[in-house]
T-cell receptor, first 113, second 114 residues
């Protein structure tokens, strides 16, 4: 069966350090992958989309990598700040149907001052 | 900025009631989605609509129906609410194919069925 796995344990890091979150998937052959941020009690907010031929994508302090051989995406936040504390979700296309996304369970990031 | 508005932040309904959750987007997006989010289960797709009057089932459509009579509005209907439908319901929209566009989510409706 298809699975998207994100570490369910919270990631605690010190302000200023780089946070790295992992998204692993099985039985998918995604051409792209998306990352979202979700704050408590709110809907997710779209951050980045990376395609299989891009390997790496950056947006300000965010960097995403996509390794289709390892079936893994890494999400990095450099120079992390307490305001980066949130849950981060990765998402893949649902059963190869172009418009529906399936989301991972998310990883909660806590950045301590 | 695209805005997705869900009509209620919190709702409490009784078992057996018919419940309507409304979602409106203001940027002419083609696609609209309903998800529910539960602790430990993450976001699960209930229904998807890619055009007016068009719909596709997601992973957990049982006990739900949807209506899209106008492009900007996508309604989720619980025909006979049950306690296991207590959840956070999230509506989303997107301009086009998810290979190019992310979703814009509403703030969610926290539904409690008693």
């Amino acid at each position: 069966s298809q699975k998207i796995e994100q570490n369910s344990e919270a990631l605690n890091i010190q302000e200023g350090k780089t946070a790295t979150l992992t998204c692993n998937y099985t039985n998918y052959s995604p051409a792209y992958l998306q990352w979202y941020r979700q704050d408590p009690g709110r809907g997710p907010v779209f951050l980045l989309l990376i395609r299989e031929n891009e390997k790496e994508k950056r947006k300000e302090r965010l960097k995403v990598t996509f390794d289709t051989t390892l079936k893994q995406s890494l999400f990095h936040i450099t120079a992390s700040q307490p305001a980066d504390s949130a849950t981060y979700l990765c998402a893949l296309v649902h059963n190869n149907a172009g418009n529906m996304l399936t989301f991972g369970g998310g990883t909660r990031l806590m950045v301590k001052p | 900025d695209v805005k997705v508005t869900q009509s209620s932040r919190y709702l409490v309904k009784r078992t057996g009631e018919k419940v309507f959750l409304e979602c409106v987007q203001d940027m002419d997006h083609e696609n609209m989605f309903w998800y529910r989010q539960d602790p430990g289960l993450g976001l699960r797709l209930i229904y998807f609509s890619y055009d007016v009057k068009m719909k596709e089932k997601g992973d957990i459509p049982e006990g739900y129906s949807v209506s899209r009579e106008k492009k900007e509005r996508f309604s989720l209907i619980l025909e006979s609410a049950s306690t296991n439908q207590t959840s956070m319901y999230l509506c989303a929209s997107s301009l086009g194919d998810s290979s190019n566009y992310g979703y814009t989510f509403g703030s969610g409706t926290r539904l409690t069925v008693v």
